[in-house]
């Protein structure tokens, strides 16, 4: 990281911001270059604030920072790099939007850069901005290929307990993947939602989010955003609120 004082610039998605005394707010950004970090926005409550929603939620932007206190940083200027006017427009994709964001904010706070991270939640927005992807599945899509990133993949072309070929019965995130019937435990898997699964960590994403309501759509939103809460160590509640989340039956 840069040291106290340096001014430097970067890419960032805005994750998440908050009031600060009177006039000011904090911004949290994942940065391409410099990971995670806090961000003081002086005087931007104020009406005549140039700064103003320029660190809206889920906005793509180029910042100028420079170190203060602690791990806290100070905006010298912020400027808009998508318009994302497609996202905005929709309710459904903005709530997708915000499924993503509480799972990226989730990471530490460590000072790590990671710029794979950046990539994936630069292409989820420009993804929901596109009206030719359905959002629904978005954040369960963002949530397997950053486990895949992560060195987590969950396993698909074998039962994770035995190692057999299948056929598979169930998936358990704890245990890292499909499970066949001798093992079977956690949620039961179908064939279609199996096959989503190999579509999207398979390369076939894109025709994924091209179709509307994929036979076992439900169903893999809700093992993938099991699977990130498990790798987390923590509950999301956003994606556990988006209407592609229902319980579903165990074996």
């Excluded at 990471?107 to 850069?113: F, G, K, Y």
Aim: charged share 20%; aromatic share 6%; hydrophobic share 40%.
């Amino acid at each position: 990281m840069s040291s106290r004082g340096t001014e430097f610039s970067d890419d960032a998605v805005v994750l998440r911001n908050f009031k600060s005394g009177e006039a000011d707010r904090i911004a949290v950004l994942w940065t391409r270059e410099h990971g995670k970090v806090r961000v003081l926005a002086k005087g931007s409550r104020k009406a005549a604030s140039k700064l103003g929603g320029a660190l809206d939620p889920l906005s793509i932007v180029r910042v100028n920072l420079v170190q203060g206190k602690g791990d806290l940083y100070v905006t010298r200027n912020v400027a808009h790099l998508h318009a994302l006017t497609t996202l905005r427009s929709s309710y459904q994709r903005i709530s997708a939007g915000y499924a993503v964001v509480e799972g990226v904010d989730a990471i530490p706070l460590d000072d790590v850069a990671d710029e794979g991270i950046f990539d994936l939640l630069l292409r989820v927005m420009l993804s929901l901005d596109d009206l030719t992807f359905d959002p629904t599945l978005v954040p369960a899509a963002f949530f397997l290929k950053f486990l895949a990133y992560d060195g987590s993949e969950p396993l698909l072309e074998e039962c994770a307990g035995c190692g057999s070929p299948g056929p598979f019965f169930a998936f358990d995130a704890g245990v890292g993947g499909v499970l066949c019937g001798s093992c079977r435990r956690g949620t039961a898997l179908t064939p279609d939602t199996h096959q989503l699964l190999v579509r999207v960590l398979g390369g076939d994403l894109a025709g994924v989010l091209r179709e509307t309501n994929p036979a076992g759509g439900t169903e893999l939103a809700h093992l993938a955003h099991a699977a990130m809460e498990n790798h987390l160590g923590k509950k999301l509640k956003v994606a556990r609120m988006t209407p592609t989340i229902h319980p579903v039956n165990h074996e």
